[in-house]
């Protein structure tokens, strides 16, 4: 692994890459597999595989006490939950989302035929800057979506001050924040409703799978009954409703998962210190820190790359890295507004989002989680000193056509 002495020894130029096997940043975590196959295995005996099972109950009500709220509602993907939750609380018109996210927030709101009004994030924090929000209100606006990206926490106070003041909703993407505070708080209880992504790539995962958690009881029962094609009793449908269910077979993944979370977390904490060390004092890398004094799940290990100080640009890092078989993504590039249909509708919208742009030309996210060690961590480190050590003939090999490998 690494211990790279000349350009020539890179994969890039036809080195041997670093890596046997690649290194991917979304590798599932996965709990003790005897636990899961028991859940599975009790699951098949009793032939309740979906439509609100013992594990889904189980799941909901183990998910709501860890995160302090009364009610998590299970669902099939963080995608439906988003669509789900925008609908039960009646949003409509425009809503207020940064561009820089996952384009399920924007998707789930242009579904149903809500408008997703791009807001500019904070550079530093690459959350939706609050006083960015107010400049993008409009008569039409009914609510604001802030998500708490790389699972830091957006400015909850001030987003609630401002949908307090201005009478609109809010509520949170917190796909990524499982496990993470907000003043001492588990994310999960702020807005009006808070979605979580139990995704395969997440910290905890359902396979596929999501889940709203609110302290609304008539939202929660709302989306209950919305999730289940509006079914409240055999033959009685009082909403339109769609197939939101998440399953028992995720559950059971799901309820191994949640025991076995400090455990991914601590290995997730131990792999970003480990970045952490190993990236110190890199000129134009720069580590995304977790917020001071809070719990943070240590899920996404995200550098920024400024090309000056570094000698070579995000794009080359990346396309050195990957030859290595280190398969870091350039997560949220190119931003939301420049990704269809938005870029056609809405043009010009990177002229009021000059963070966003910048900070999708810069990031790049490095593999971490359970199936990365800190050795692995420490390798993909000394490739990245070395990079950068030799990043301006990097630079000028590669604009010279010098690469002997693609990213695609
Ligand atoms: N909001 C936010 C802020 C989000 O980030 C997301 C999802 C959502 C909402 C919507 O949540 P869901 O509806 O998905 O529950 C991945 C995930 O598919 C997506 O869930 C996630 N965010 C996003 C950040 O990352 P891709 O397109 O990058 O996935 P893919 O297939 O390239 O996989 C990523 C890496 O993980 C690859 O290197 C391969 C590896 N991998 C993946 C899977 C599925 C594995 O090693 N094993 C696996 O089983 O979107």
Redesign the pocket.
């Known amino acids: 692994m690494s211990g790279k002495r000349s350009l020539d020894e890179l994969a890039l130029f036809g080195g041997d890459p670093s890596f046997g096997e690649?290194l991917?940043?979304?590798?599932?975590n996965i709990g003790p597999k005897e636990l899961v196959l028991e859940r599975l295995s009790e699951m098949l005996d009793r032939r309740w595989l979906t439509n609100a099972g013992p594990l889904v109950r189980e799941f909901e009500g183990r998910l709501a006490s860890y995160l302090g709220v009364r009610h998590c509602v299970a669902m099939c993907?963080?995608?439906?939950a988003?669509e789900i939750a925008i609908r039960a609380l009646g949003l409509e018109g425009e809503v207020i989302v940064p561009s820089y996210?996952?384009v399920?927030?924007a998707h789930a709101l242009q579904w149903q035929e809500i408008t997703p009004v791009f807001c500019d994030i904070d550079p530093l924090t690459h959350t939706i800057d609050p006083l960015r929000v107010e400049a993008m209100l409009t008569p039409r606006t009914t609510g604001i979506i802030g998500?708490h990206?790389w699972g830091r926490a957006c400015d909850v106070e001030a987003l609630a001050e401002i949908a307090c003041r201005r009478g609109l909703r809010l509520m949170f993407?917190a796909?990524?924040a499982l496990g993470c505070t907000c003043h001492g708080r588990r994310i999960g209880s702020f807005g009006q409703a808070e979605?979580f992504?139990?995704?395969?790539?997440?910290v905890l995962n359902t396979f596929?799978?999501?889940a709203v958690a609110t302290n609304d009881d008539d939202l929660a029962n709302k989306m209950r009954l919305m999730k289940n094609f509006g079914f409240a009793g055999y033959d009685k449908v009082i909403y339109i409703g769609t197939n939101g269910k998440m399953n028992e077979a995720a559950a059971a993944m799901g309820l191994v998962g949640l025991d076995a979370l400090p455990h991914f977390i601590e290995r997730n904490r131990q792999n970003h210190d480990a970045y952490r060390s190993g990236l110190a004092g890199v000129p134009g890398i720069r580590l995304l820190k977790q917020l001071e004094g809070e719990d943070s799940n240590f899920h996404y290990v995200v550098i920024a790359i400024d090309q000056e100080a570094a000698g070579l640009s995000r794009d080359q890092l990346v396309d050195l890295l990957w030859a290595e078989r280190v398969?870091a993504?350039r997560?949220?590039f190119p931003g939301c507004h420049r990704m269809e249909p938005y870029r056609s509708y809405y043009p010009h919208a990177g002229l009021l989002l000059p963070h966003t742009e910048e900070v999708a030309g810069r990031v790049i996210v490095l593999p971490t989680g359970t199936?990365v060690s800190t050795d692995e961590v420490e390798a993909v480190c000394a490739l990245i000193r070395f990079a950068v050590a030799r990043g301006r003939d990097v630079a000028q090999r590669l604009n010279a056509g010098g690469s002997v490998t693609s990213r695609h």
């Open positions: 690649p991917h940043v979304g590798r599932p993907n963080a995608t439906v988003l996210t996952f399920a927030t998500v990206t993407d796909a990524h979605v992504s139990f995704h395969a790539t997440k596929e799978g999501g398969l993504r997560y949220f199936a």
